[in-house]
């Protein structure tokens, strides 16, 4: 048991308060007082090693040497300490030297004679002289083109020169682009003999750029163990305690943890080491990520307000290209070169609430992900069940906003399995998103924080920051603690049933255990940084990304503030530790904010950048309304009922029909078989489309309010009778004289609907089958009327279109009861032994839609009743690569149908 085994905090430090004194005072108390004076061996005594005079002066010579040795690595770390340097010199003993004087520094930095909650505000004085500003830029100096590089530790300008620049001898070009430059404690830079980490050097402008490589990770399947993960990929089974030690210990999904290299549970996500048979072959991938082409560039804006809590008290921003203080604890959001930002990246909801755009990017992940979770765990229908396009699950209004914000952002928006499989991401966040002061986001350096808000608005924001983190977080992301009672104040009464569903929210009984969680992970992360011989958390994600410390925030109520936690948080600068409180801060920064979520006035470190400031906020049905989708986006079972929303179909036309329109699949138009293009008239298209999913019309408010949502009422209007027009136009143009009198679109008082009797559209011939099926009496009548369905199945409604209201309610309902009708056709077909035909549907069901598992699982079954069990091995294969880039586990009817596949010959057969 550590001292942290040890519940209470107190008796945590008491303890290593004690052990290092028994060992520093007790241990030579006790050879004085019972081996003094030492009998000495004399030359004979030596003669004979084995006489007990010489074994007991070698012991005691051994505990002597031991002890001083120990003496010397306290005092070492205790300078260490006090400097607030980590020692360079690798000596005995240090490790526990280390870990007892960090426990008992916990303590030293605030009075512990009170209960923590009882400590008044003026009992503790903050020391902020540490918040030095960072020296002024040199005001003559020439610009010159180089790049920056952060030093490592162990770097020297020869290692920097041969690994950066591809010449050892090239380290006199670094001195040159760096001599009389003003590093760290304000030392000028002279010839580089000492190099401290984290200070930015200029090298030239060829140095090579460091190649960022995503840890490889594996998600486990039923049967597997670390052995064969092992051999798979570092190519010995040997070499498992690698993977062992990677993810001992890590929560993994569901809770659980791995504690036992025997033991391993189907959909753990395992980290494997960097170096391995996948590793070497390899080759860099350039993947647009949902992280990378939305969160970080949000991250680090050239033009935006960075704040970092230890330079913080600077008067005004300093330039990230280059910061002149080359501080260990350097912040990456003060190195890092970005992307310029505007108020493009802010989302504003319809029913109040201000978000940056990346979080409306998490929240359309978050949908896609519960779109592909209900698709895969869709079951197969039975033979007599009515198949009907059912009504998509409601979405509230900001949820919805949120996903055409971030659709109208990314206008090639990728299929959910891109977007999710892409979205996974294991590098914490940095920086939080706080809000906007004068249209440039503000972020806020999340290692350190120590924020408190209070006033009206307070609250909102809070909210807005623990979302916005909640979008990012994951098992290796992000960790957010919050006091149960303060999670119902701000996330609701659900919060609690939806835990499980949320990676990276932990809620604690009271304060004081967040408290406690929170001085664990300091002690902890003091002692992984100790080992790895690294500055700061920062730093060792860049050398060691196979150790991911996730990002810590607490989130709390402190009214009338909590002087313990803040001088806790003044020891995390490095540690990848924040927190966000209601209420006040006696050492960080506290922010009043107004009904409009404006700060009004802010006092302590960071008050200059935030003055004036408008921070994110969402009111609490949004919040909650986007905290379901979080949940349902990882798993959370929904049992919202829908009902049959089946298009009401006109009554087919006495009149062969001049104009044929194809929905299903490419969208096409033809008069006559004359194709008519309309890729230059997109709106008239959107128009088109739009009336023909509405079969008995729509007003003009309604259509413009699908097409020009944005639009003042008369501007829609116009938009609306130019593209009514168009679409006349080029439908007459392609008509021949008899049919150039059609209006085609037809208005019946305030309604605008298709013409039946002159268009023909496959989308209701469809609708119009799966009726017929529906009202089926026989099986064969049934089976012809879902062979017609089929038929007009050639892909996704609109293939290629992209409409918002198409996606969220036309589109995937669509699929879903075609993917069912042809399962159902797929059975028919079994069922009389029409094996070839049943397999064609079912591989026609699986084109439509390759992440439904239902799909996938009847042809691999069927293909293993026909005895060709290589393709059906193929296709078990692509299935559960599938499945593991999105970290998913096949059910347990697919897992049947797998493991029946790899049975003997003579095993029965699932059916």
Sequence with gaps: MTMYGLRHPLLARTAAGTALTTLLAGIPAILLIFFWPV????????????????????????????????????????????????????????RLAAYLITTITVAATAPIAAPRALIPAAAVTIDVSDHAPAAEPDQQETPRSYVTYVVQPRDTLWTIAEQQLGDPMRYRDIIALNQGRTLTDGQPFTRGEWLQPGCVLRLPTDASKPEHTRPRTHTVASGETLWGISEQHLGKGNRYKKIFKLNKGRPQPGGTRLTDPDVLEPGWRLILPRHGRDAQKAQPVHRRTFSQHVIKTALYPTDHHAVHPATAATSSPRPVAEPRSCRSTASPAQLAPTAAASSADVVVLPQGGMMALSFASGVAVALAAARLHRRRRLPAPSIDEPISVLTPEPQHPAVRALEQAHRRANPETEPDFDLVSSAFEIDPPITLKAGTRDDKPVHLTLSGLNLALTGPGADDCIRAIVLDLLTQADIYRADIIIPTPDAERWLGNTITTLTDHLPGLRLTTTLDEAINHLEEQLLSRRMILQDYETDDIHQLRQTEPGEPLPALLLAASAPEGHPYLSNLLTMTTNLGI??????????????????????????????????????????????????????????????????????????????????????????????????????????????????????????????????????????????????????????????????????????????????????????????????????????????????????LCRGPLARGLKYDWLDQDHRWPLTIASIKALLQLGALHERTDNHERALETYDQACALDPDMETATRSAIRLLTTLGRTDEARQRARHLKTRLNTLGAIPSPETQAVLQQLNAPRNAPRIL
């Design 39 to 94: 009998d000495l061996p004399t030359l004979d005594d030596l003669a004979t090693p084995g006489e007990p005079i010489v074994i007991q002066t070698l012991l005691l010579a051994t505990v002597w040497i031991c002890w001083a040795l120990f003496a010397f690595t306290v005092t070492v770390e205790l300078v260490g300490t006090v400097r607030a340097r980590r020692s360079q010199v690798r000596l005995p003993f240090q």
């Design 578 to 791: 924040g927190a966000v409180l209601a209420g006040h801060s006696p050492s960080g920064t506290t922010c009043e904010l107004d009904q409009t979520h404006h700060i009004t006035e802010a006092t302590g470190p960071l008050a200059t950048d935030l003055r004036d400031a408008t921070l994110f906020h969402l009111p609490p049905q949004a919040a909650t309304s986007v905290l379901h989708t979080l949940a349902t986006g990882n798993d959370l079972p929904t049992d919202h009922p829908q009902q049959p929303a089946d298009l009401p179909i006109p009554p087919p036309s006495t009149t062969p029909q001049p104009v044929r329109v194809t929905l299903l699949g490419e969208p096409a138009i033809d008069v006559r078989g004359t194709p008519v293009d309309l890729s230059k008239r997109t709106k008239a298209l959107e128009l088109f489309v739009l009336l023909a999913l509405h079969p008995k019309g729509l007003d003009r408010e309604e259509i413009c309010e699908h097409l020009w949502p944005d639009l003042e009422e008369t501007l829609a209007g116009y938009r609306f009778h130019a593209a009514l027009k168009d679409l006349r136009i080029a439908l007459r143009d392609a008509s021949t004289p008899d049919d150039k009198k059609a209006h085609f679109i037809e208005r019946s008082g305030k309604t605008y609907r298709i013409q039946p009797q002159h268009i023909d559209v496959d989308l209701w011939a469809f609708h119009q089958a799966l009726a017929d099926a529906r009202t089926a009496t026989t099986e064969q009548a049934k089976l012809t009327a879902l062979e017609t369905a089929a038929a």
